[in-house]
C-alpha cells in the first residue's frame, strides 16, 4: 500500500471538488443520477461535470475531461463504461487526483478473462499514484456529515446525520439498510459500497474509519475477504476503542458460490469467519436488521456494567417475550434490592406482576407510580440494563411522556432500550426525543431485548482486548 | 361447555344491538375509551350506553341497567370494577344477553384470593346461562369483519380488514401486532383478547374460527393454556383446513413464572408444548415479527409443492441473504431447466450470476430481459416457489411497475415473496397492487425467506395430516 493513500483518503471522504466523468442529462446514464445525488446531496465545494458532448450540466459549466478543469481536482467520480476506465485513470493520475470512485462495473466479477486483467490494469495505475479508489462496481459512496453523496441514489441524502459508518459488500444491501434507517431514524456518518475492491476493501476502511473523528460504530456487511488475516489484525489493534459490527453472509454452499460470481472473492467458510471475528473484537450478527438494531444500540446507550437485566412493561406479554430474548441472550434477571422491591409494592397495586419482570399495567391512572417504579429500577445497583416495552391503549397516551424525564435522566448511565409501540405517529415526537438523548426504540420487545444482548456481548469482547479477562 | 354457547359466540362476534355497562363521559375511565372504539369503528347495529347517572352519551340515549333497555340486547362489555360484575352478570343472565366481552381486571390474575372467588363465581352464572365471555382481565375484541371494536383501544378500527383472526392471551401484544399490522398493510378479521379465560380460551375460539367464514389464518400469541389436550384434539380435527400458527412464550423459567401471576395459568414446559404443536398441525414460530409474516404468506400465497426455490434479485447482496435462511428453513436452490437456463442467459449479460441465485442488476435498463428472467423462472418445472429482492436505486425506479405483471400472473399459482425495498413510499403504490393480487412483500431479504420457510413447514404439517405421509 503506497503511504499516500491513507491521507488521500481523508479527500476522498472531504473533498473540495469532484469531477463527474460521465456527468449526463441523459437518466439512462448513471452520470445523470450521480449528479443528482451530488446536487441532492448539497456538496458544498466545487462541483466538475466531465462530458465532451456538453458545455453545461445541471446549471455547471462541462469540461472534456479531468485535464480541461481550470483547478484542482480532488475527487473523481467515474460513471462510463469499463474499457475507458484506464484512460480516465491516466488523466486522474496527471491530474493529481486525490481520490477515484469507479461505479462502473464490468471488472473482475464477470465471467470473463478480460474483466480481471482491466481490473488488474487499473489496479496498477492507482496503486503507484497512491490513489484510493471506491469501486469498480460500486453505487459510490456518501459522506452525509460532509453533504458528498457520490453516489447514483440521491435519496441516500435522505438518511439522518449519525454517528454510525457501513461498509458495504453489496449495493442492494447498503440501500436497503439506508432505506430502514430512514423508517426507523437511526443516523449514518458515511455509507460506503466497496464493490470489487481494487485498492480500498475492508481492511483499508477500518483502519481509516477507526480514526475518523465522525464514526463512532462501524457496521459492515460482507460476502468474503481476500485477506482476511489483514482485516482480523487491523480490527484487533482498535479493540475496545470502537464497535465493529459484521454480518456475514454465506452460510450456505450456494451463497458461498454466488458470492464469486459477484464480487470474485469466496465468501469462504462461516466458521473460520466468525472465529476471527471474535479474535478480532468484532461483534458478528445474523441479520440486516440486527445489524442495523445493534448499531443503533451500540451509538445511543453506555456499555451495560454486568448481565443483570429489568425488564419493565405496561403489559405483561411484551415483557415475557423480551424476557424470553434475553435469557437466551445471556442476560438475567435481575433480583431488585430489598429497598427496590419495597417501594414497587408500595407504587403498584397488587394486581400486577411486581418482581422483575414488572407489569406496570394496573398503575397507568398514576403517571407517579410509573414514574417510581422505573426510578427505583433504574438506580438499584443491581440493575444493569432495561428493557421498557408499552403498547399504546388510548388510555394510556400520556404513558411515555409520564416516563420522559426518568429515562432520560437515566439513559447516559445504563442502557435502556424500548420498545414503545402506537399505532401511526402517536408516540412519534416523545420516542424521537427520548431517541435524542440516548434512549432507542425498536419496533418489537424481541428486538429490543436482542439488541440489549448484542450491547453485553461487545461488552465482553471489548474488555477481553482490553485485558480485563 | 353449554350447547347454547357456540351459537352464542356467532351473536357475540356478529351482534345487533350493544350495552356498554359503565359507559362514560370521563376519559379516565374505561367506558369513555369503549363508547370511542364502538363510534370509531363504525358499528352498524344498536349502541346502548348504560350509566346511572346519566340520560344521553355521545348522542346515544342511556340507560340506568341493562333491564332498563326497551330491546333486546345480543352483548354487553363490561367495564366496570370487579366486585360490581356477579351483579351485572345477573342481569345479564335475566336480559337473556346473548355474548358478554367482561374488559375489567381483578379476577384470578391478582395475589388476593377472592379474585379467584370472583372468578368462579361469575364463570358459573355464564356457564348456566350459556353465555361466552371473551375476557375478564382484557382490552376486549374486535370484529373488523362487522365493523364492531368492543375493545378499550378505538384504534384497532384502522388496521386493514383481511382474512387473519387473532386470537391474543396478553392485550399489549395484540396491540403491538395490530400496529405492526397497519405499519405493513397486513389485514385482519378478528382480534381477539381472551384475557383470564372464563369460559372462551383458545380452544374454544379455534373451533369457532375454524368454521368461521370470514377467517382464512388463525394466529395465536400464547403463554399457557389450562387443557392443552382439548387445544390439541380441536386442532388435530382441524388439520390441513386452515393454518394455525402460534408465537407461544415463555420459554425461560422466569417468564413462565410471570405468566402464572399475569392470566394465572403457567407457560408450562416450552417443549411440550411444542411436541403437542406438531402433533396437532399448529406452525410454532417464534417471534411477533414471525407470527405476522407467516400469517401473512398464509393467506396470500398458495402452498409450495415442494422445496425447490428461486431466488431472483436486482442485486447479488439481497439474493445472498435470503439463500442463506431459505437453506437454514430446509428449501433448496432449484435447478433450473436447461431450457429456462438457456433463456435466463440469453437475457441477461454475463456480467452477473445467471444460475440460481439470479443476479438481475445488470440488465435494470431492459424491461424485457428482466420479465423475461421472471417468466421463465416462475414457468420452470423444478420451481416450487420464488423469493424476489430488489433494492431501489432511482435508475431502477420503473423495475417493479416493469415486473408486476408476470408476478401477479403467477401469484395465485407458486409462492412468490417478495422484498422490494425503497425509501419513503416510492413503490408503496405498486408494492399495495401486487399484495392485493397475493404477492406479499417484506422489510427485508431475510424476513421474505423465513415466511417462504414456514410456507414450507406449514405444507408439511397440513398434508400429514391428510395422510400423506
Partial sequence: MMPAKFTNLEA???????AIVGASKNPGKLGYHVMKSLIRGGFKGELFPLNPRETELFGFRAYPSVLEVPQEVDV?????????????????????????VLITAGFKEI?????WQLQDEIAELANQAGIPVIGPNTFGMINLGAAFNASFTPEFSDVERGGISLVSQSGGMAHMIAFMAMEEHVGFNKIIGIGNRCNVGFAELLEYLMEDQDTQAIAMYMEGVDNPRRLVEVAKKARGKKPIIVYKVGKSQISDKASKFHTGSLAGQYEIYHGAFRQAGIL??????ELLDTAKALVSCPLPRGNKVAVLSGQAGPGMAACDVCEEKGLVLAAFSEETQRRIKRALPPLAIRTNPVDMGPAWYSPEAIREVANSALGDENVDAVVLCIAYASANIGAVEGLSEVLKNWGAKKPILCCLSSPGEIWDGEIRSLEEEGVPNYPTPERAARALGNLLRYQKLARRGLGHE
Same sequence: chains 1, 2.
Fill in 76 to 100: 473523481a467520480v467515474v460513471a462510463l463504461p469499463a474499457q475507458m476506465v484506464p484512460d480516465i485513470f491516466r488523466q486522474c493520475v496527471a491530474k493529481s487526483v486525490r481520490g477515484i
Fill in 111 to 115: 465471467e470473463y478473462e478480460y474483466g
Fill in 12 to 18: 476522498l471522504f472531504y473533498p473540495h471538488s469532484v
Fill in 284 to 289: 458478528a450478527v445474523g441479520s440486516l436488521e
